[in-house]
Nanobody
Framework: QVQLMESGGGSVQAGGSLRLSCVGAGYTLSSNCMAWFRQAPGEAREVVASIYFVDGRTYYDDSVKGRFTIAQDNAKNTVYLQMNSLKPEDTAVYYC??????????????????WGQGTQVAVSS
């Protein structure tokens, strides 16, 4: 049984930092692609960052570029999202997603087979 487990969310003031973790069980996260999505209240889920392990390519949404960094620890089967200079508009539930059905990273959430339960990030001004 595959499980993805996020942790590291919390409440911070604007300008602060958080590091989210996504640990895989029953699945090797570095198999092909792993992505971080977020969903703010009343909004659609959107991809914020992804990493394609085959060649190491990373993707960042323009809204987080330069502030968020995706990193991996294969020994721990864990992928991180380091979030710096947080803004109130980063407030959302953050999800990790893995195993896109075509094998490459995509912005289409429907194409990911495995999801974590989400972790809440709240940024106050």
């Amino acid at each position: 049984q595959v499980q993805l487990m996020e942790s590291g969310g919390g409440s911070v003031q604007a300008g602060g930092s958080l590091r989210l973790s996504c640990v895989g069980a029953g699945y090797t996260l570095s198999s092909n692609c792993m992505a971080w999505f977020r969903q703010a209240p009343g909004e659609a889920r959107e991809v914020v960052a992804s990493i394609y392990f085959v060649d190491g390519r990373t993707y960042y949404d323009d809204s987080v570029k330069g502030r968020f960094t995706i990193a991996q620890d294969n020994a721990k089967n864990t992928v991180y999202l380091q979030m710096n200079s947080l803004k109130p508009e980063d407030t959302a539930v953050y999800y990790c997603a893995a195993d896109p059905k075509y094998g490459w990273c995509t912005e289409r959430e429907i194409e990911y087979n495995y999801w974590g339960q989400g972790t809440q990030v709240a940024v106050s001004s």
